[in-house]
């Protein structure tokens, strides 16, 4: 039913819209490279007194590469010293299929462990950091979960069909965004895109994957629909189990806008996923991971409202955003009653903007609020609240780019927190920049951390500093690019959970399984490498390496001077496509196949380094074929791949298997 519900949805935005001129005069253009918008919008409106039209479908690719990463607000990735990585849609196309973490191993820095398969608990880690010290946004509106343990977000609810963009920024950044962005700043873009776009994918364990995205645009506003169905048999998520645990998720997400005149706009999101995920458990008597009945139902949905004011020199959003997680857990062999259920909910309003003054001077400021709240069946209702602002004064005189910022905090339980950043990059050679930051971070205690039968409601955030010095050639949206970048982390104040086994007093009254405590230390440091190429548009490489080394610097404690768990020291992530020009028809190439290749070092499950984590090396391989012209620069193409070529079997958390070899293939089409 709900893949009927998907076409209806994408199709009633699918109508026919007259046709634009694209071309784009010096005036124009010059609006354009000058153009601010805000996380819900693409070029269209501009200071500069010509119009600027949306270039090229207008609403799927940014004319310049820029993100919201660093100052809340858009900037071009060159401007910044922070270490930026984006993903676009044409990449996402061309890697293929549902899974996100295909996508997300192309950054370096960024490792995963992942319990089974697509739709299993995914944890994202950048740098070394905790996967829950990622702050994450969908089209600007905050998705970490208030209900989970730590207050991360689980990316296998996150599948690439619906996605136009992802963001990605490596690095402390709380002086814009507050509590979270501990280890680093992901920013999602929906799909928003005119007429109708879509796929159809089917392969190995009975894995269908449906894609559909479709929008209208007119002088008033642009409306746009993007939906995606997932469902697959699946594996034992149990390495040593046999049954297999499938998943099926059903997403939709939708952003419009609307011109109230050449300055201002209303403009609104919404993203909706409901998903079933079979999963094994640890039943008795053994209490160890097998097979089991066991399933999880989760729902998330999140929206956002605004207003934005763009005009001369001083560009105001204001926004309203919520953002809703609710799982529940079954074991048919206890009875048909969830055994687990929980529901964190967020509310925030917040206000940012740009002011140019002068020259090349700008500031950039925000001011936010944010009310969070967990239920659980174990746990009634609780919630709490902070309240931030930040202002960041920054330059662009010629080659020279810099920013410096501070941000105050005040939180209902734990009183203030002071952030603290900056960041330059300077041309010192054509396309070729030094880049440096320096970034305060830190991460509010969760709700579970705080309430739950567990909490402990003295604890304070965990803090961290980090630093970025590199050299940056062009970036990856440029036929050529390389950069390599130095980095350190120091982190204090971490929460983890303390046993309480024969103690009776301070922190463990009440507590006599145990409690969370502020009582870790840790470092990372690394290099990250990162180089590609496009050779008269028929071959195409990237390569992206990391050397992440953790440190365990609890001091006293008996894993002082270990390595953090599920953090291998060497990352390597490789691609190459080559287009065979056999079909001459259109304006596009003919037969493409490229590869990809991930070597990941050996790791530790475990803090105390007991269990190991075996080194491996994933290669997949991948093909498509435009077939035929549907309408201007859109074609029906057919597309296939082998993932895992050589059935590696490997874990990256202790007991749960990853997909062996699976054949996929579909079709992708444009009108």
């Given at each position: 039913?709900?893949?009927?519900?998907?076409?209806?949805?994408?199709?009633?935005?699918?109508?026919?819209?007259?046709?634009q001129?694209?071309?784009?005069?010096?005036?124009?253009?010059?609006?354009?490279?000058?153009?601010?918008?805000?996380?819900q919008?693409?070029?269209?409106?501009?200071?500069?007194?010509?119009?600027?039209?949306?270039?090229?479908?207008?609403?799927?690719?940014?004319?310049?590469?820029?993100?919201?990463?660093?100052?809340?607000?858009?900037?071009?990735?060159?401007?910044?010293?922070?270490?930026?990585?984006?993903?676009?849609?044409?990449?996402?196309?061309?890697?293929?299929?549902?899974?996100?973490?295909?996508?997300?191993?192309?950054?370096?820095?960024?490792?995963?462990?992942?319990?089974?398969?697509?739709?299993?608990?995914?944890?994202?880690?950048?740098?070394?950091?905790?996967?829950?010290?990622?702050?994450?946004?969908?089209?600007?509106?905050?998705?970490?979960?208030?209900?989970?343990?730590?207050g991360?977000?689980?990316?296998?609810?996150?599948?690439?069909?619906?996605?136009?963009q992802?963001?990605?920024?490596?690095?402390?950044?709380?002086?814009?965004?507050?509590?979270?962005?501990?280890?680093?700043?992901?920013?999602v873009?929906?799909?928003?895109?005119?007429?109708?776009?879509?796929?159809?994918?089917?392969?190995?364990?009975?894995?269908?994957?449906?894609?559909?995205?479709?929008?209208?645009?007119?002088?008033?506003?642009?409306?746009?629909?993007?939906?995606?169905?997932?469902?697959?048999?699946?594996?034992?998520?149990?390495?040593?189990g046999?049954?297999?645990?499938?998943?099926?998720?059903?997403?939709?997400?939708?952003?419009?806008?609307?011109?109230?005149?050449?300055?201002?706009?209303?403009?609104?999101?919404?993203?909706?996923?409901?998903?079933?995920?079979?999963?094994?458990?640890?039943?008795?008597?053994?209490?160890?991971?097998?097979?089991?009945?066991?399933?999880?139902?989760?729902?998330?949905?999140?929206?956002?409202?605004?207003?934005?004011?763009?005009?001369?020199?001083?560009?105001?959003q204001?926004?309203?955003?919520?953002?809703?997680?609710?799982?529940?857990?079954?074991?048919?062999?206890?009875?048909?009653?969830?055994?687990?259920?929980?529901?964190?909910?967020?509310?925030?309003?917040?206000?940012?903007?740009?002011?140019?003054?002068?020259?090349?001077?700008?500031?950039?400021f925000?001011?936010?609020?944010?009310?969070?709240?967990?239920?659980?069946n174990?746990?009634?209702?609780?919630?709490?609240?902070?309240?931030?602002?930040?202002?960041q004064?920054?330059i662009?005189?010629?080659?020279?780019?810099?920013?410096?910022?501070?941000?105050?905090?005040?939180?209902?339980?734990?009183?203030?927190?002071?952030?603290?950043?900056?960041?330059?990059?300077?041309?010192?050679?054509?396309?070729?920049?030094?880049?440096?930051?320096?970034?305060?971070?830190?991460?509010?205690?969760?709700?579970?951390?705080?309430?739950?039968?567990?909490?402990?409601?003295?604890?304070?955030?965990?803090?961290?500093?980090?630093?970025?010095?590199?050299?940056?050639?062009?970036?990856?949206?440029?036929?050529?690019?390389?950069?390599?970048?130095?980095?350190?982390?120091?982190?204090?104040?971490?929460?983890?959970?303390?046993?309480?086994?024969?103690?009776?007093?301070?922190?463990?009254?009440?507590?006599?399984?145990?409690?969370?405590?502020?009582?870790?230390?840790?470092?990372?440091?690394?290099?990250?490498?990162?180089?590609?190429?496009?050779?008269?548009?028929?071959?195409?490489?990237?390569?992206?390496?990391?050397y992440?080394?953790?440190?365990d610097?609890?001091a006293?404690?008996?894993?002082?001077?270990?390595?953090?768990?599920?953090?291998?020291r060497?990352?390597?992530?490789?691609s190459?496509?080559?287009?065979?020009?056999?079909?001459?028809?259109?304006?596009?190439?003919?037969?493409?196949?490229?590869?990809?290749?991930?070597?990941?070092?050996?790791?530790?499950?475990?803090?105390?380094?007991?269990?190991?984590?075996?080194?491996?090396?994933?290669?997949?391989?991948?093909?498509?074929?435009?077939?035929?012209?549907?309408?201007?620069?859109?074609?029906?193409?057919?597309?296939?791949?082998?993932?895992?070529?050589?059935?590696?079997?490997?874990?990256?958390?202790?007991g749960?298997?990853?997909?062996?070899?699976?054949?996929?293939?579909?079709?992708?089409?444009?009108?």
């Amino acid at each position: 039913m709900r893949k009927y519900l998907l076409l209806l949805s994408c199709a009633v935005v699918s109508l026919p819209v007259s046709a634009q001129d694209t071309s784009v005069s010096p005036e124009q253009q010059d609006a354009i490279d000058r153009i601010i918008y805000d996380p819900q919008r693409e070029p269209g409106v501009s200071d500069d007194p010509v119009s600027v039209e949306p270039i090229v479908g207008g609403f799927g690719v940014p004319v310049q590469v820029v993100t919201i990463t660093v100052t809340g607000t858009p900037i071009e990735v060159e401007d910044t010293g922070q270490p930026v990585t984006i993903i676009q849609r044409e990449e996402i196309e061309q890697v293929q299929g549902p899974d996100l973490t295909r996508l997300l191993r192309r950054a370096p820095g960024v490792t995963i462990s992942r319990n089974g398969g697509v739709g299993g608990f995914t944890g994202v880690r950048v740098r070394g950091a905790e996967a829950e010290q990622l702050l994450v946004l969908v089209d600007g509106v905050r998705v970490n979960d208030p209900s989970s343990p730590a207050g991360g977000f689980d990316f296998g609810n996150l599948l690439p069909g619906t996605i136009a963009q992802i963001d990605l920024l490596r690095g402390s950044n709380s002086t814009v965004w507050g509590s979270d962005a501990l280890g680093g700043v992901m920013a999602v873009r929906s799909r928003a895109e005119t007429g109708l776009d879509g796929s159809v994918e089917y392969g190995a364990r009975d894995t269908l994957s449906v894609t559909l995205a479709g929008g209208v645009e007119g002088d008033t506003g642009f409306l746009g629909l993007a939906g995606g169905y997932y469902s697959s048999d699946g594996f034992s998520a149990a390495a040593s189990g046999t049954e297999p645990d499938g998943f099926e998720q059903f997403a939709l997400s939708g952003r419009g806008r609307l011109y109230l005149s050449d300055t201002i706009e209303l403009f609104a999101s919404g993203r909706y996923a409901e998903g079933e995920l079979e999963i094994d458990g640890f039943p008795f008597p053994t209490f160890t991971l097998s097979d089991t009945a066991e399933f999880q139902e989760t729902t998330q949905y999140s929206a956002s409202v605004g207003i934005m004011r763009d005009a001369g020199p001083l560009f105001v959003q204001a926004a309203y955003s919520f953002a809703d997680t609710q799982r529940a857990n079954f074991d048919p062999a206890v009875g048909p009653a969830p055994g687990f259920t929980s529901d964190g909910h967020s509310d925030r309003i917040d206000v940012k903007g740009e002011w140019r003054p002068i020259g090349p001077v700008l500031v950039n400021f925000g001011a936010d609020a944010e009310w969070t709240s967990l239920e659980t069946n174990f746990t009634p209702r609780q919630n709490t609240r902070i309240i931030g602002g930040h202002v960041q004064l920054g330059i662009e005189f010629g080659g020279l780019s810099g920013h410096l910022g501070l941000r105050q905090d005040d939180h209902a339980r734990f009183g203030s927190a002071t952030s603290f950043g900056a960041d330059i990059s300077y041309e010192i050679a054509t396309d070729l920049r030094v880049k440096a930051s320096i970034g305060e971070g830190f991460k509010a205690p969760s709700l579970f951390q705080l309430f739950s039968d567990f909490g402990n409601d003295d604890l304070v955030p965990e803090k961290s500093t980090s630093f970025d010095l590199g050299l940056a050639w062009k970036d990856r949206s440029a036929p050529a690019y390389a950069s390599a970048t130095l980095y350190r982390r120091d982190s204090e104040d971490l929460i983890q959970f303390v046993s309480c086994f024969g103690v009776a007093g301070g922190i463990c009254t009440n507590r006599p399984f145990g409690t969370y405590d502020n009582v870790a230390q840790a470092r990372a440091q690394g290099i990250e490498l990162e180089a590609g190429v496009t050779l008269a548009d028929v071959l195409q490489a990237r390569v992206a390496y990391a050397y992440i080394d953790t440190e365990d610097r609890s001091a006293g404690a008996a894993t002082q001077g270990n390595r953090l768990a599920r953090r291998p020291r060497h990352a390597f992530t490789g691609s190459l496509d080559w287009t065979v020009g056999i079909l001459d028809r259109w304006d596009t190439t003919g037969l493409s196949v490229g590869a990809d290749i991930r070597i990941v070092s050996s790791a530790f499950d475990d803090a105390f380094n007991a269990t190991r984590l075996d080194n491996y090396l994933v290669f997949d391989l991948r093909a498509e074929l435009p077939v035929a012209e549907l309408a201007d620069d859109k074609h029906l193409v057919l597309f296939g791949r082998v993932e895992n070529l050589f059935d590696e079997q490997y874990q990256t958390a202790a007991g749960y298997g990853q997909a062996g070899r699976g054949v996929f293939g579909g079709v992708r089409f444009g009108f």
